[in-house]
């Protein structure tokens, strides 16, 4: 099991700038990706940006240019330096990991299973 733990959310004005970080802890295999989704209020959860386990980035369209996500692999954390940041920024942000290894259920056994996790949210509101 893995626990993705979540904080820097909060209230900032327009232009201003958060950080936000998200520990994962438990049976993490090296292979991964972590990232950062949101959810406004009546809005389907949309990706912001997410990294693999070697680097490699993917951005939303709305936030590329403010936002960079950044990941320590030795500490299991992912961050989310998001800069410039407007009023459509608010929302639920979670932290999001996935990875492939084996799992078995009680009955079967996986050997390429997809793991799916998510953290608690934090909110972040951008006042104008």
């Known amino acids: 099991q893995v626990q993705l733990v979540e904080s820097g959310g909060g209230l900032v004005q327009a232009g201003g700038s958060l950080r936000l970080s998200c520990a994962a802890s438990?049976?993490?295999?090296?292979?991964?990706?972590m990232g950062w989704y949101r959810q406004a209020p009546g809005k389907q959860r949309e990706l912001v940006a997410a990294?693999?386990?070697?680097?490699?980035?993917n951005y939303a369209d709305s936030v590329k240019g403010r936002f960079t996500i950044s990941r320590d692999n030795a500490k299991n954390t992912v961050y989310l330096q998001m800069n410039s940041l407007k009023p459509e920024d608010t929302a639920v942000y979670y932290c999001?990991?996935?990875?492939?290894?084996?799992?078995?259920?009680?009955?079967?056994?996986?050997?390429?299973?997809?793991?799916?996790?998510w953290g608690q949210g934090t909110q972040v509101t951008v006042s104008s």
């Open positions: 999001n990991l996935k990875t492939t290894g084996p799992h078995y259920d009680g009955t079967y056994y996986y050997r390429d299973y997809d793991y799916d996790y």
């Open positions: 438990g049976s993490i295999f090296s292979s991964n990706a």
């Open positions: 990294s693999s386990s070697v680097g490699i980035t």
